[in-house]
């Protein structure tokens, strides 16, 4: 029985190592394919609070909040996320106010309808606790004690204990409908909460600390308006800068009766534009800094007979004053041709501290530095040490670190560009081809050269072909017998493909990723690694503001594959100031400048529509048309007018008008030596009932591959591509008469934006967006949400000429109009999705595949099949022919599908798809929050043998079946002579 029982436990013992030895070797094959053609970067988006994590980590880590709703822990080492918490979208998640003191780490978020206090180390809530919050969004807190927060909101001023969050006490403000409270301080043992009343008053209230009212009085403010800016000072002082007489107003909130009016000329500045003040929190003086403009502050202390200069700083576009070791410091940054010097002065004697001078190498592409946060501290040998964070113009962040040696340049650690959170346009470009294929396309660029020059350079190319050859093969041979050392040297080094030229691969997998960001930034990154390869910055370039959502255009006017032309690209935007349009031409491999300043053209009129010339000029680039108020057709460049001269005939454009409901076609027409543009149709949607949300085309770059479906019964059924045709989206409310009451409405009409003709309309009752749209081909996949099911549902309309094709050879909207044959479809769509798009290749061959950019986080990519209106309920034998598969309500979510695996995305704002070289292969990025690169191969890769393809095994049945041809060849030819000589 012993043995027996030893046996059991033996075998158990195997069985539990077995199944453990199973889950990692699966577990291992599933890990090994991160990052081997996909890259995750994530970021957090412009940054409104930043402080250091002095709790656990002794300064190794920056506490940040953005207006993105991102609340995250940043190693200040390397600029990697520590940790990252995304809060809700919409104002619910919005962080109103950030505090962090010690280890104590607290967000108001949704007007103060939530407060928040987190763990810094690790970024989990240790408590949560929910509030009335603010009519209008304004809230503020305040820590009282080491126990106690008082959190401010439209109506109260709550009390809350920091170690559970448990409402110690609360207590109403008076005239809270009327007044709007803004702010509370708190100075000794009492709180102030302030209030503001429009062109009347200031209301203070004054209580303690256990939440008991003690007073109330009013300051009249006649001057107060809705752009007054008021900052609270230590010491208990209100300060409101007007913009109108420029004028410095300022209030003791403990007795003040009165605001001490002070122009700011009176203290030696001179403001150009407008003025923004910020509160200095790290030190106990009242005291102030007025940004005068971008490189000129000013410290302005406040007392109680009004303000006075403290320091002026000229030149300076930063600066921060801390206490350290009971002294008070100042500490300034100044941007000089391409560096920046930080220096440092005691606050009470003025004197400029010498060691802590620094000067640090600073790219233009960067903008003026805005904000700056110091952390001093002591090394072991009690000498001071020196780290800060910058918060540039562009959104980005940089860590820089202090010199060991005195006057040596201060080091940047890392950079985080968070403008990269903020895309809006995306285009991938073919990277340039090598220069031995170079070669071959200028053999055949020249007509002039006669065949003897072009056997010399097709010679001398393959000459160097055959040498480049030779050579490849020899470092082949030495890096495999000096493997181990060449991998020591890279890695030394630092080299990696990083540094390899920007050319093509076989497969052209590899491209130049251009991204436009609504900072007014622009990169170009490789689509291998992420890393940007070129950057520039205009302050200026602002999006365009259309249909409720933020544009900004980028076209692609030349490709890479008209060497020896070099690719063009323009960003088109307006100028912030004064709307005009902005543009900047550049090259997408290197971005350098091109047919535009470096800084950039600003028009001098503003753009109502764009548009890009279909013929191509004798460069192969094609001019962009810029639409005026004035119905004026402007080209750029202007190189490209002669274009538009030969084909202003057949030049054609549209505006949508959200603001009017109407949508209005036009022509192009010459007047003058002038291209204007004259209406030939307009459509109107009635605005009283719906509203235009979305006008989605199709890509010039999809191609049709078929032009038909081949149904069972071996018919064609052919597809209506109509290049013209724009889907409208529109979203409205219905009264409805029976009962009292309202219902949403959304629309969807079909236009050929050439004539206006309405192809199709058809209108869900009872649903309501935001609806996200595909339109590819001849079919439109859209999402919306069906309120009386209460359930998402993915529709599809297909469009089809019929068995009869009307024109094969080319489509014309002049035309007569022949009505499509219209196949629908729902769906139900289990999880809630952003938004969508579809996969693109070279030849359109492939089969398409849906991708959805799932709320959860996941990239869920779908087959086009599972989508078809002509999914039959019960299977016939002619829809079994055609591959159909049958009806079912809901889509399936298969595990599988999910492309970005366990790499959480958030706030994906856009899905955008490129062909690659690979018939089978579409590249795609994701958007949003983060970044996100991965390629797909929707019907799999069958244009491209496997990894483990056995080529010695080919080789050796190859070779065989030659021996063997060769081997019966001779002897049937042996054997058909001796029959003839018999």
């Known amino acids: 029985m012993k043995k027996f029982g030893r046996s059991m436990m033996t075998g158990k013992v195997l069985i539990n190592l077995i199944i453990f030895l199973s889950f990692q070797i699966s577990q291992a094959l599933y890990e090994d394919q991160i990052g081997k053609f996909d890259w995750h970067q994530q970021y957090v988006g412009k940054i409104q609070h930043i402080s250091w994590d002095q709790s656990l980590h002794a300064g190794k880590r920056v506490l940040v909040s953005s207006e993105k709703h991102v609340l995250a822990s940043i190693h200040s080492h390397n600029g990697s996320i520590a940790w990252r918490k995304v809060l809700e979208e919409g104002a619910r998640g919005q962080i109103d106010r950030t505090l962090h003191s010690g280890n104590l780490l607290v967000t108001v978020n949704g007007g103060g309808r939530f407060v928040r206090k987190w763990n810094a180390g690790n970024g989990l809530a240790d408590w949560e606790v929910s509030l009335p919050g ?8 305040v820590q009282c004690s080491k126990d106690l927060l008082a959190v401010l909101t439209q109506d ?28 509370v301080v708190l100075s000794g043992t009492n709180l102030f909460v302030i209030g503001q009343s429009y062109s009347q008053q200031v209301t203070v209230v004054t209580i303690d600390t256990e939440g008991v009212m003690k007073s109330t009085r009013s300051i009249k403010a006649p001057w107060l308006s809705v752009n007054t800016r008021c900052e609270v000072t230590n010491g208990a002082f209100l300060a409101c800068y007007r913009n109108e007489d420029q004028s410095l107003l300022t209030l003791s909130l403990a007795d003040g009766q009165v605001f001490k009016s002070t122009s700011i000329q009176v203290l030696g500045l001179e403001a150009a534009g407008d003025v923004t003040m910020e509160t200095v929190t790290k030190t106990e003086e009242p005291i102030i800094f007025m940004r005068i403009a971008k490189n000129h502050m000013a410290l302005v202390e406040i007392t109680p007979n009004g303000a006075k200069l403290k320091k002026d700083l000229p030149k300076i576009c930063a600066a921060q004053v801390m206490s350290y070791e009971d002294q008070s410091m100042l500490f300034t940054l100044e941007r000089v041709e391409g560096e920046l010097k930080m220096k440092a002065y005691d606050l009470d004697t003025g004197s400029e501290v010498a060691d802590l001078y620094q000067t640090i190498t600073y790219l233009p592409q960067h903008g003026y530095p805005q904000r700056m946060e110091v952390l001093m501290f002591k090394k072991r040998d009690l000498r001071i ?37 903020y895309v809006l346009s995306v285009e991938m470009i073919d990277l340039p081809v090598s220069e031995n294929q170079a070669k071959y396309e200028d053999e055949f660029g020249s007509h002039r050269d ?15 072909q055959l040498k480049t050859y030779i050579q490849q093969q020899l470092q082949k041979l030495q890096g495999h017998r000096h493997h181990h050392h060449d991998t020591e040297a890279m890695a030394e080094s630092g080299s990696d493909e990083e540094d ?85 031409s550049f090259n997408p491999i290197s971005g350098q400048p091109v047919d535009t300043p470096p800084g950039g053209l600003m028009l001098s009129y503003k753009i109502t529509q764009t548009s890009v010339l279909g013929d191509l000029d004798d460069h192969f680039l094609r001019g962009i ?26 030049q054609f454009m549209f505006v949508a008008d959200r603001d009017t409901g109407f949508i209005r076609g036009y022509r192009t027409i010459q007047d003058q030596g002038k291209f204007l543009v004259e209406n030939v149709w307009s459509v109107n949607l009635h605005k009283k009932q719906q509203t235009i949300t979305q006008v989605i085309g199709k890509r010039p770059l999809e191609h049709v591959h078929s032009l038909g479906r081949v149904l069972g019964d071996r018919s064609v059924l052919y597809k209506y591509t109509n290049p013209n045709l724009v889907v409208v989206v529109t979203e409205g409310d219905i009264q409805e008469q029976s009962q009292k009451g309202s219902f949403n409405l959304i629309n969807l009409y079909l236009l050929d934006s050439v004539t206006g003709h309405m192809v199709f309309h058809c209108s ?16 439109v996949v859209y999402n919306y949400y069906n309120q009386k099911s209460r359930r998402h549902e993915m529709a599809v309309l297909e469009l089809y000429e019929g068995k009869e094709q009307s024109n094969s050879t080319a489509f014309s909207s002049f035309s007569s109009p022949r009505q499509p044959l219209v196949l629908r479809q729902s769906y139900i769509m289990p999880l809630f999705i952003s938004t969508m798009a579809t996969t693109i290749t070279e030849k359109g061959i492939t089969s398409k595949q849906l991708i959805f950019a799932l709320k959860l986080g996941g990239l869920l990519a779908l087959p086009k099949a599972l989508l078809d209106p002509r999914r039959p309920l019960v299977p016939s034998q002619e829809t079994m022919e055609e591959g159909t598969i049958p009806y079912i309500p809901e889509l399936p979510v298969n595990a599988e599908a999910i492309i970005n695996y366990n790499q959480s995305l958030f706030m994906v704002q856009g899905i955008h798809t490129s062909p690659a070289g690979l018939e089978s292969t579409s590249l795609v990025l994701s958007y949003g929050l983060d970044l996100f690169f991965t390629r797909v191969q929707p019907s799999k890769m069958f244009d491209v043998l496997k990894e483990d393809f056995d080529y010695f095994f080919i080789s050796a049945v190859l070779l065989g079946m030659f021996v063997v041809t060769i081997v019966t060849q001779k002897l049937s030819a042996r054997r058909a002579l001796s029959r003839a000589w018999k």
């Open 450 to 464: 006669d065949i003897a020059t072009m056997f010399i350079k097709r010679f001398r190319t393959q000459f160097s």
């Open 625 to 650: 048309l810029l639409m005026d108020p004035n119905d004026q057709v402007h080209v750029f460049p202007q190189k490209c007018a002669s274009v538009l001269k030969k084909t202003f005939r057949f």
């Open 500 to 584: 390899e030229d920007l050319t093509r691969d076989e497969f052209n997998l590899n491209k130049l990723i251009v991204l436009v960001t609504g900072a007014g930034k622009i990169f170009g990154i490789r689509s291998t690694n992420g890393h940007i390869e070129w950057e520039h910055f205009f302050p200026e370039l602002a999006p365009f503001d259309g249909n409720g959502q933020q544009k900004m255009l980028l076209f692609v006017q030349r490709t890479t594959a008209h060497f020896p032309n070099p690719p063009q690209c323009t960003v088109v935007g307006k100028h912030k100031e004064t709307d005009n349009g902005f543009l900047f």
């Open 385 to 421: 040490g020196c780290r800060f964070a910058i918060l540039s113009e562009d959104y980005s962040m940089q860590m820089v670190l202090k010199a060991e040696k005195h006057g040596s340049p201060g080091k940047i650690a890392w950079r985080r560009e968070e403008a990269l959170a």
């Open 156 to 183: 109260a001023v709550c009390g809350l204990d920091t170690r559970s969050g448990r409402q110690k006490w609360s207590l109403s403000l008076p005239q809270s409908n009327q007044v709007i409270y803004t702010h």
């Open 764 to 779: 869900h009752r009872k649903a309501k967006g935001p609806v996200t749209i595909v339109h590819s081909e001849n079919w």
């Open 134 to 141: 603010s009519r209008t969004g304004r809230t503020d807190l």
